[in-house]
C-alpha cells in the first residue's frame, strides 16, 4: 500500500470518526470503551470476510488480519458481543406499523390514516397484531403517544405524524445515528469495489456558495420535496411486503439526508 493511499484512507477515517466522537463525548463515553467495541468489530469482520473467501476463520488467522494478539482474539471470541441492538428492531417495527396505517387499505382511504378504534376490526390492535411482529399493542401506543405520533380524540387514535423519531435523546434515537450512519457507509463500500453495473445508488447535490439569506428557504423546499419522494416509495414498498418470516423476504432502504455548514473550522 502506497504512502499516498495510506494518508487517504486516515483522512477518510478522521471524517467518519469526528461525529461519532463527537456523540460520544456528548454521552460521557472515553475512548476506552470505544477501543474496545472497535476490537471486538475488528475480529467480528475479519472473521466474515475470511468466510466470504471460503476459508475458515482461525484464531490464528484472526490475529494476523487484524493486527491483535492471540490472546486477545481469543478473549473476544469467547466474550458475549452482539453488535445489534433490540432498539433497532423495535424501530424498524414501529416504522412498518406506521407505514401500514398509512398505505394498507384496511388502515387508510385514499392514503390517509384512519381514525382507529383501539380494539374491533379493522382497529388499533389489529394493525399491530398484523405489521408490528410481536409487539404488543399496549407498547406500540405507549410509544406512539410519547412520540406524539399518535394522539386520542373522541375515543379514535389518530396518526398525527408519519415518521417515527422519538422526542429526546433515547436509546432508539441513538440507534438512528448508528443504522442509518452504517447503511450510507455500506453503500459507499460496495460502490468502492464493485463494478459501476453493480453499483447502488449514491448521489448528493451540493453548493458552497448558496446566498446565506436563502438557507431557509432551500431548508424546508428540501424537507417538502424529500418527504413526497420517501413517502412515494413507502408506499410502493406496502405494496410488495411479504409476511414477517417469508423466506423470501428481504430488507432494503433508500435514505435522504440534509446538511450544512456547522463549524467554520476544526482541529
Avoid at 30 to 53: C, Y
Avoid at 85 to 100: F, H, Q, W
Avoid at 122 to 141: C, I, Q
Avoid at 186 to 197: A, D, F, P, V
Amino acid at each position: 500500500m502506497t504512502e499516498s493511499l495510506i494518508f487517504k484512507i486516515q483522512q477518510m477515517g478522521s471524517l467518519i470518526l469526528r461525529p461519532l466522537v463527537r456523540m460520544l463525548l456528548k454521552h460521557g463515553v472515553s475512548h476506552r470503551t470505544l477501543e474496545q467495541q472497535v476490537r471486538h468489530i475488528f475480529v467480528s469482520e475479519a472473521a466474515s470476510m475470511l468466510r466470504d473467501r471460503g476459508t475458515k476463520p482461525t484464531v490464528s488467522s484472526l490475529a494476523v488480519l487484524t493486527g491483535l494478539s492471540r490472546k486477545e482474539v481469543k478473549r473476544i471470541l469467547e466474550a458475549d458481543f452482539d453488535g445489534l441492538a433490540e432498539e433497532t428492531v423495535s424501530r424498524n417495527r414501529i416504522v412498518r406499523t406506521l407505514s401500514a396505517w398509512c398505505n394498507h387499505e384496511d388502515f387508510s382511504t385514499d392514503g390517509l390514516p384512519n381514525p382507529l378504534l383501539n380494539e374491533g376490526e379493522g382497529g388499533f390492535s389489529e394493525l399491530v397484531k398484523r405489521f408490528s411482529g410481536d409487539m404488543t399493542p399496549a407498547a406500540m401506543l405507549a410509544i406512539l403517544l410519547h412520540s406524539e405520533n399518535v394522539v386520542q380524540v373522541n375515543g379514535r387514535l389518530q396518526l398525527q405524524k408519519k415518521e417515527y423519531l422519538p422526542l429526546e435523546t433515547s436509546h432508539e434515537r441513538l440507534m438512528l445515528f448508528g443504522t442509518d450512519t452504517s447503511e450510507l457507509m455500506g453503500t459507499i463500500e460496495r460502490n468502492l469495489e464493485c463494478s459501476s453495473s453493480e453499483r447502488w445508488f449514491q448521489r448528493k447535490v451540493s453548493s458552497h456558495l448558496l446566498d446565506k439569506n436563502a438557507i431557509e428557504e432551500f431548508r424546508a423546499m428540501s424537507n417538502q420535496k424529500s418527504m413526497d419522494l420517501l413517502e412515494y416509495y413507502d408506499h410502493w414498498l406496502s405494496k410488495h411486503e411479504l409476511q414477517e418470516n417469508d423466506p423470501n423476504a428481504k430488507y432494503v432502504a433508500v435514505g435522504i439526508y440534509y446538511t450544512e455548514a456547522q463549524h467554520e473550522d476544526s482541529v
